[in-house]
């Protein structure tokens, strides 16, 4: 099964979003193994967010994601990196599809309220980053069998 990082932004915990973004990824079948709050600091953010140096946006990105509290989670299913990018909906809020997270709940590229891996060796980059492997369960679910074939 594969595993993704999800980072429930600052944005989305001040605004009280935090239970209704985790049920819309839990309610499409997609398995918890590990969450936990925790403020983000610029050293890891600087890790997370590496591949974004020197764009216009990153000084601002760095600054916004280590602002307050996030919500962070290791999330299972198959096909689990695009699922959780398309429930997400595309980056920029103003061009996500309605019905995906960003176009329902925000306005703005830069508070659109969620992140999601975008790929197999990114996905393990940043779970790395955020969990140890002690904090990632494995644990059988009874429901798994009527979500996954
Ligand atoms: P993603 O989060 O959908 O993977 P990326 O292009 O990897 O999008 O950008 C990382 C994050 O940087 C975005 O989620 C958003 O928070 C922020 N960001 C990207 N582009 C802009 C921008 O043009 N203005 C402000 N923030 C941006
Ligand atoms: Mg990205």
Do not use: C
Request: aromatic share 6%; no cysteine.
């Amino acid at each position: 099964m594969e595993r993704t990082l999800v980072i429930i932004k600052p944005d989305a915990v001040q605004r009280g979003l935090i239970g209704e973004i985790i049920t819309r990824l839990e309610r499409r079948g997609l398995k918890i193994v590990a969450m936990k709050m925790m403020q983000i600091s610029k050293k890891l953010a600087a890790k997370h967010y590496g591949v974004h140096v020197g764009k216009p946006f990153y000084e601002g990105l760095i600054e916004y994601i280590t602002s307050n509290p996030v919500a962070v989670m290791a999330v299972e299913g198959r096909q689990a990196i695009e699922i959780v990018r398309n429930t997400m909906g595309a980056t920029n809020p103003a061009q996500a599809a309605p019905g995906t997270i960003r176009a329902d709940l925000a306005l703005e590229i830069g508070r659109n309220l969620v992140h999601g891996s975008d790929g197999p060796e990114t996905a393990a980059f940043e779970l790395g980053l955020f969990f140890g492997e002690d904090e990632i369960l494995s644990w059988k679910r009874d429901t798994d069998r009527w979500i996954s074939e």
